[in-house]
Nanobody, 124 residues
Framework: QVQPVESGGGSVQAGDSLSLSCTAS????????MAWFRQAPGREREFVAA????????YYADSVKGRFIITRDNAKNTVYLKMDTLKPEDTALYYC?????????????????WGQGTQVTVSS
């Protein structure tokens, strides 16, 4: 089992940048895909971005493409999400998830391991 732990959330103004980190402990070598999801109050949890541990191939939701960048540091078992040009609609609880695969990467129920989430609030 992999236990992701997120950090780096906060409150910023629209147009600002913020970086999130997710450090995974446990059997990380067995995990093919790491992803970020977010959930705003009253809304479904939605896919944000994903990255493969081995090749570093990345995937993004259309809503964040060009503004967010996902990277990973295999030596540190850590995945990062750099968020630029933040908008008020990016406000949400951001979760790190592991154990997914590229065929179902946008489906939250296909990820067995989740962090507790870190809050990102963007004010206009």
């Amino acid at each position: 089992q992999v236990q992701p732990v997120e950090s780096g959330g906060g409150s910023v103004q629209a147009g600002d940048s913020l970086s999130l980190s997710c450090t995974a402990s446990g059997r990380t070598l067995m995990t093919y895909l790491m992803a970020w999801f977010r959930q705003a109050p009253g809304r479904e949890r939605e896919f944000v971005a994903a990255i493969t541990w081995l090749s570093g191939k990345t995937y993004y939701a259309d809503s964040v493409k060009g503004r967010f960048i996902i990277t990973r540091d295999n030596a540190k078992n850590t995945v990062y999400l750099k968020m630029d040009t933040l908008k008020p609609e990016d406000t949400a609880l951001y979760y790190c998830a592991s154990g997914g695969n590229v065929h179902h990467m946008m489906e939250a129920d296909k990820y067995p391991d989740w962090g507790q989430g870190t809050q990102v609030t963007v004010s206009s």
